[in-house]
C-alpha cells in the first residue's frame, strides 16, 4: 500500500484545526493536529511530516520559536511550511511580531480568517515540488539484478520503481503503458535486445531518458548506445552511488546527450 502524505498542523484553536484536517482528509493526506509548541516537536520527530502549517498557538512568540527550530535544524530546514498568522483582532496576544515577521522562511504566508479550501491548492503546488519522484523502469532479464536495483532504488525518497520488464520487447511495451522518467536497459536480453528496445522508446517516447546497463563498458558498447538513442551508459560495475547519480542527472536532463561510461 502506498504511503499517505503527512501534513502536521500545529494549532491551538480546536474548530478551526478541525476543519483544516476535514479539509485536507479529503485528499487521503494523513493529518496530525498538535496545539502546542513542545507538541509540534514531537510530532515533527515522531510523524516525519511532508508539510507544516503552522497556524496560532499561545504564548505569543512560540509560533516564531518553533519556526526557528525547524529552520535551524539540519533534519527539518527543508521542511515546507505555511504560516497563518493571527487576525488583526488577534495579534497582541499571539501573531508574530514586526520582528519575527521579518525573519520569516515560509513558502506561504496568510493571516486568518482563512478558508481551509484556499490552502488546498497551495499545499498541492507545495507537495507535488518535494513529493515527486523519479519514476523508474528496469529491464533486465536477470531477477536478481532487477531485485537488487528496486531494493536500491526503494531506499531512496526521490524515487519509484514503477515497472519491471524481462525482455527489450517488454521494456518498449511497458515505456509506452507506464511513460517512466528513466528507464534502466540492459544491452544483452532475450526476445528483443536493449539496443533494439532503445531505438523504438527514443521513437515512441521521445521524453523517456534510457541509461544503458551492461557488464562491458568498451567504446564500441558506449558507441552502440550512444546510435539507439540512449541518454546515458553505466557500466554494471559502477557504484551503487553512481547509478543514483545518473538516474537524477538523466531526470534533470544534464547529462550531455552522448552518452558516457561511468569511470
Known amino acids: 500500500m502506498e504511503k499517505r502524505v503527512r501534513i502536521l498542523i500545529v494549532d491551538d484553536e480546536r474548530d478551526f484545526a478541525g476543519g483544516l484536517r476535514t479539509t485536507?482528509?479529503?485528499k487521503a493526506y494523513h493529518v496530525v493536529v498538535v496545539g502546542s509548541r513542545e507538541q509540534a516537536e514531537q510530532a515533527v520527530r515522531s510523524e516525519k511530516p511532508e508539510l507544516v502549517v503552522l497556524g496560532t498557538i499561545t504564548p505569543r512568540g512560540d509560533a516564531f520559536r518553533l519556526h526557528q527550530w525547524l529552520k535551524q535544524s539540519p533534519n527539518y530546514s527543508d521542511l515546507p511550511m505555511i504560516?497563518?498568522?493571527?487576525?488583526?483582532?488577534?495579534?497582541l496576544l499571539k501573531g508574530w511580531t514586526r520582528t519575527e515577521g521579518l525573519r520569516l522562511e515560509a513558502e506561504a504566508y496568510f493571516c486568518k480568517p482563512i478558508q481551509p479550501a484556499v490552502l488546498l491548492p497551495v499545499i498541492e503546488n507545495l507537495l507535488d515540488r518535494?513529493?515527486?519522484?523519479?519514476?523508474?523502469?528496469?529491464?533486465?532479464?536477470?531477477?536478481?539484478?532487477?531485485?537488487?536495483i528496486r531494493a536500491l532504488l526503494s531506499l531512496q525518497k526521490d524515487m519509484q520503481v514503477v515497472g519491471e520488464a524481462v525482455?527489450?520487447?517488454e521494456a518498449a511495451q511497458k515505456t509506452r503503458q507506464l511513460l517512466p522518467d528513466v528507464v534502466l536497459m540492459d544491452i544483452v536480453m532475450p526476445v528483443?535486445?536493449?539496443?533494439?528496445?532503445?531505438?523504438?522508446?527514443?521513437?515512441?517516447c521521445g521524453q523517456v531518458k534510457v541509461l544503458m546497463l551492461s557488464q562491458y563498458d568498451d567504446e564500441e558498447n558506449v558507441l552502440a548506445s550512444q546510435q539507439a538513442g540512449a541518454f546515458g551508459f553505466i557500466p554494471k560495475k559502477s557504484a551503487s552511488s553512481q547509478l543514483l547519480a545518473a538516474i537524477r542527472s538523466a531526470d534533470r536532463a544534464e547529462q550531455p546527450a552522448r552518452p558516457v561510461a561511468a569511470a
Do not use: C, P
Open 83 to 91: 504560516v497563518l498568522d493571527a487576525s488583526y483582532e488577534d495579534q
Open 192 to 204: 528483443m535486445n536493449g539496443l533494439e528496445a532503445t531505438k523504438a522508446i527514443s521513437k515512441e
Open 167 to 169: 525482455d527489450g520487447r
Open 24 to 26: 485536507f482528509e479529503t
Open 130 to 148: 518535494v513529493t515527486r519522484r523519479i519514476k523508474v523502469l528496469v529491464a533486465d532479464d536477470h531477477a536478481v539484478v532487477r531485485e537488487g
